[in-house]
């Protein structure tokens, strides 16, 4: 089990609006050692100034989102300049998200994620960087992810070396799977990314911006990290919640609550 | 494959506005042969009269909505009503719709589900009424269906005899799962109620009532029709499509578009 916040890890999209130099101080400020980086405010505040920056703070990166959409024109040229971003900020891990249905059906979109992977993980491997698919709810299995089970991400992982290609495990998107408990433990090392979201109700149109803090809905925190843990991950516990009303909120605030929903669950 | 309207049912979910005298009048004047009911509509008119009214048309009731709700403090008397509703109905077939968490975790709330089932399942039988558990979409987890994939629907029903439990299959909610077809080859003799609905976006706030007509979305019809024959069903296909923008049209020119869509997408 997690221990105060030695495993925490703050991933900026939970304060969206947040500065990334703010997000680095309030995060050295409030003793947290390892933040979750997206492409587009790295981008935006410039590569090597975000790792240094970083670095400088004392912070690790645990993962940088997103690379993924093997659907679109440009997937190829995109995820490796992904991994080129995620091994330049020290992070170990890229989160996947695979994309929608792109007009293809299932299979044939699911196909496509599979010959991505091939052609991307000699890429990732040699620059020291993890992919991690991450499964995704299923109500964004037309859009976001045709990967919408923690089955179905292990079976693409499932060719690939551990070290090459793991899985991203968010609560949010794997908590209503019966199989969810049994899978995590066959997933074992292939667990490279685990982030904490709680589902609430109602979900907002489009629902993409509905979820809560950890504890503030019905997912089951405490079985699910002793879950992870028995499964033999010890990396950061990140918490990522996608939530309007925590992003019209000031960032401080929402690292503070943040942080005690963090040890709220993982003291359960 | 269904040929011309034979095996249609038309849902009055379609045209939830629309009353259950016009609904029955504008389907036999169409050449609709089946209807799919739901209680309340059936109780507001009056069930003896409801059942006459049917029956004096001509059309046989492929399935009533809804029983289940295992959570709810009257389960056990509300659906042994729904039960009874059904058999006076000359429904074959009650679909449940097995609830939410009702404050329990994943596997309390689906433990109730099966103790439900079977505390039910000789009292359906004896009514020579069919209990039809319906996976729901995994968004529905928390408030509708604890029951959220055809393999757990399957699994709760395994206990009991196939002429007692069986499955309702609605498209809009297992598309996604990768795992639908080889379930449905392996569900044969359970299938109990086919519902076809397709999957549009965006997703409405509250995301019930953002369903599509067949064909509107992205479900693979052609594949799950070939798939649900070959699995040994002989049975009615109801369109069922809960939407707002189709609520607010005139019943009858939803018949005509639900029976032009059905007719589209067998012909696949």
């Known amino acids: 089990m997690t221990q105060g916040l030695e495993r925490f890890s703050f991933n900026q999209a939970t304060a969206k609006h947040?500065?990334?130099?703010?997000?680095?101080?309030?995060?050295?400020?409030?003793?947290?050692?390892?933040?979750?980086?997206w492409r587009e405010p790295v981008a935006s505040y410039g590569l090597s100034r975000s790792a240094a920056l970083v670095r400088e703070a004392g912070l690790s990166v645990s993962s940088l989102c997103r690379g993924g959409f093997f659907g679109a024109d440009d997937w190829l040229d995109d995820n490796k300049l992904a991994i080129d971003e995620a091994a330049a900020l020290g992070s170990p891990v890229l989160v996947l998200v695979c994309g929608g249905l792109f007009g293809r059906t299932l299979d044939d979109?699911?196909?496509?994620?599979?010959?991505?992977?091939?052609?991307?993980a000699p890429y990732a491997q040699s620059a020291?960087?993890?992919?991690?698919?991450?499964?995704?709810?299923?109500?964004?299995?037309?859009?976001?992810?045709?990967?919408?089970?923690?089955?179905?991400?292990?079976?693409?992982a499932s060719p690939f070396p551990v070290e090459a290609v793991g899985v991203a495990l968010d609560t949010y998107h794997v908590w209503w799977d019966e199989q969810v408990f049994p899978l995590i433990a066959a997933a074992g090392s292939r667990i490279a990314c685990v982030q904490l979201a709680d589902w609430v109700l109602p979900l907002p149109a489009d629902v993409l911006l509905g979820r809560g803090l950890p504890g503030a809905g019905c997912v089951e925190f405490g079985r699910f990290l002793r879950a992870v843990d028995k499964a033999g991950y010890t990396g950061p516990i990140e918490v990522e919640v996608f939530s309007a009303s925590l992003w019209a909120r000031p960032g401080k605030d929402v690292l503070r609550e943040t942080i005690a929903a963090y040890e709220t669950v993982t003291a359960q």
């Open 18 to 37: 947040w500065p990334l130099p703010d997000v680095v101080d309030g995060c050295a400020a409030a003793g947290v050692r390892s933040v979750g980086l």
């Open 109 to 120: 979109a699911r196909s496509r994620v599979a010959a991505g992977l091939e052609a991307l």
């Open 128 to 156: 020291g960087v993890r992919l991690a698919i991450e499964p995704m709810h299923p109500m964004f299995a037309a859009d976001r992810s045709v990967v919408a089970t923690l089955r179905g991400a292990l079976s693409l």
